[in-house]
């Protein structure tokens, strides 16, 4: 049996429009395998969120922005090296 980097090395050297297909028939071959009950709860989770960016309880940040935060925390937790 091929490895996985063979299987990758072999993927990446197809023509684009077959690595799309492949692509796209590996992703709906995972969610055959994701639970319903953690699909339900994450949908639950995301209409939480959604609700409290529209009542204002909550507010989004940029991108960049939120990145650039983790990034502080990170360098403020982690030993230097």
Known sequence: MATTEEIF???VALPIDVRTELTERLIAS???DISPEITNAQLA???RRI???ESGEAALIP???ALAR???LLAEH???S
């Open 30 to 32: 995972l969610a055959e």
């Open 9 to 11: 090395n072999d993927a």
């Open 78 to 80: 982690l030993p230097s």
């Open 70 to 72: 983790v990034r502080n």
């Open 45 to 47: 989770e995301v209409r």
């Open 63 to 65: 991108g960049d922005e």
């Open 51 to 53: 609700a409290q960016v």
